[in-house]
């Protein structure tokens, strides 16, 4: 269900990790991550040509009959702008990625692939992704698809010369190298669209050295050596560590010292190769929850009690036999890739099989509760929250090579937990509510909106939650400007390319550890709400975040977020960014620690237009 600079400004994404459903926070993360990727030490080469997909609107793969390859997502053009290419602006105008990948679906009647709208009104021309060595490959099959399941062209000659012609340069398939000869015998494309393609393709491999000796090519000698380092490894658990959210806790954790024997149930409770989800190369271990559990000292009781989805309860009693001879229970459960994988949607966002009833009877026997909620989909953990029995719950997704070291480090009480959750979790009902086929965001009649920014219900978790094992008090401070003229902002900017990237205000977090024991990281989180712009409002859109790492008991660090005038601005319904007047409220955390609030006056200024595309009236 749906689901973080080279400008000539001060850097809006500074300090900001980690990536979520809400656009602005995946737009700092694609930034970082992109030029992480392919920047290096040596400035003459790219170390990879990173790709950003899917584009556009890919958001099913196979519901109740309807399957991505063929999928017309129907999208307005403000969705368009304010969601679902966001992140792929940051990738294409901002981080200037080396490819992008168009998707299986069509977007407002027209295959992805085929769509000059997507790869060349909006990604080449509108976004400025012009340099020689930038291309657009379609995804595995994709370009097959425009005539065998979208059935948008007669035959397979016209579907690969509207892919070509539409901007997609390479075909991860096979009907390019099949169907281009014949489709320039008939005229469909001309000797100077395909050798446009070609020198996109050759002018990158050109960039990362591919036809450069191995002794000039700084990147041709690294090996294995290389990247399974000891460096690498504590990466990798850090991310783990940092990632893991803390939903609810009685006080049950970190688990008292004088807990020596733990009992370890559920199908992620010796979890390897499942802690690395899917699409992951050779790790060099991979450590369960067991395994970590043990080389703590614990003395371990471990009964799987049940498989993912299993519906069968004849391994309960094994399970609850080792519970009753423990001092705390820890079940490490929820879903995996046999439940969420490619090609896959889920029908359901419960808990599968009968995971609720083992965990049911586990609270039962009155011990020390955990449950590790796995995988990386949502799924409603009501029951637990309302269940007094269930101490804690405890975030996991897909950890990795190191995920189970990270869990029970965390849950001893050697890490302290600090993630935000990256989605809504929703009620159970919520996929009764929404067709998988609706894309629309906003909440009507028929559908109660999407992400947290427009949900009209009440979520079980929101995006951004996350408890810590110490207290924090945070406050919010800049310049206390009760009011801002617009046209004074805009006439302010100056030497700077887009007006959406235009410096606002700085706002200086500061965060106290008021705990007497913990030293603990904090992420600020700065939302901005209020009555501005078209209705219906959003609830609130985050504009700015950042860690604060290893506060120290009783002691402050202070954060620096940054806004810009595109932090305050709002999609209009052709999908123009627009400055409006009107009142602005920023709220710190998910319960606001500090409000500030101001107003902008003036008449509205539209800071960047969106290029409509001819389908736009069907959407």
Known sequence: MSADYPIECPDPYSGQETPGEDPFH??????????????????????????CKHFAAYDLEDWEGNLRYAFDAIVSQQDLSEFYTRSFQTCARDAKVGAFMCSYNAVNGVPS??????????????????????????????????????????????????????????????????????????????????DTALIRLYASLVKVGYFDPAEIQPYRQLGWANVSTAEAEQLAYTAAVEGITLLKNDGTLPLSKQFKTLALIGPWANATMQMQGNYFGAAPYLISPLMAAETLNYTVLYAEGTGIND?????????????????????????????????????????????PDLIDRLAQLGKPLVVLQMGGGQIDDSFLVSN?????????????????AALMDI?????????????????????????????????????????????????????????????????????????????????????????????????TVH????????????????FVAGEHGPEPYPNKVLVAYDRLHDIQPTSTQTAMLNLTLGSLARRDQSGNTVLYPGNYTLLLDIEPKSTQSFVLTGESIVLDYWPQSSSSSSS
């Open 511 to 526: 965060v106290t550890n008021t705990g007497n024991s913990t030293t603990s990281d904090f992420v600020s989180l700065l």
């Open 311 to 355: 519906t069968s309860v004849s391994s309960f009693p094994a399970a609850l036999e080792a519970a009753s001879q423990a001092d705390a229970i820890i079940y490490a459960g929820g879903i995996d890739d046999t439940i969420e994988a490619e090609g896959m949607d889920r029908d359901t966002i419960t808990w599968p099989g009968v995971q």
């Open 388 to 404: 007094p029995n269930v101490s804690a719950i405890l975030w996991g997704g897909y950890p990795g090579q190191s995920g189970g």
């Open 411 to 507: 849950i001893a009480g050697n890490a302290a937990p600090a993630g935000r959750l990256p989605v809504t979790q929703y009620p159970a009902d919520y996929v009764n509510e929404v067709a998988m086929t609706d894309m629309s965001l906003r909440p009507n009649t028929s559908n109660p909106g999407r992400t947290y920014m427009w949900y009209s219900g009440t979520p079980v978790f929101e995006f951004g939650y996350g408890l810590h094992y110490t207290n924090f008090t945070a406050s919010l401070s800049a310049p206390a400007a009760p009011s801002y003229d617009i046209q004074r902002l805009v006439d302010a900017c100056t030497g700077v390319t887009y007006l959406d990237l235009c410096p606002f205000e700085s706002y």
């Open 113 to 194: 692939c085929a769509d000059s709208y997507l790869l060349q009104d909006l990604l080449r021309e509108h976004w400025n992704w012009t340099t020689v060595d930038h291309w657009v490959t379609g995804d595995c099959g994709a370009i097959e698809y425009i005539y065998e399941a979208h059935h948008y062209t007669d035959t397979p000659q016209e579907a690969v010369a509207d892919a070509l012609n539409a901007g997609s340069d390479l075909d991860c398939g096979t009907y390019f190298p099949d169907y281009l000869g014949a489709a320039y015998n008939e005229s469909l494309y001309n000797a100077t669209t395909l």
């Open 26 to 51: 995946l737009q700092s993360y694609v930034y970082n991550l992109i030029t992480g990727l392919q920047g290096g030490v040596d400035p003459a080469y790219k170390r990879v040509i990173a790709t």
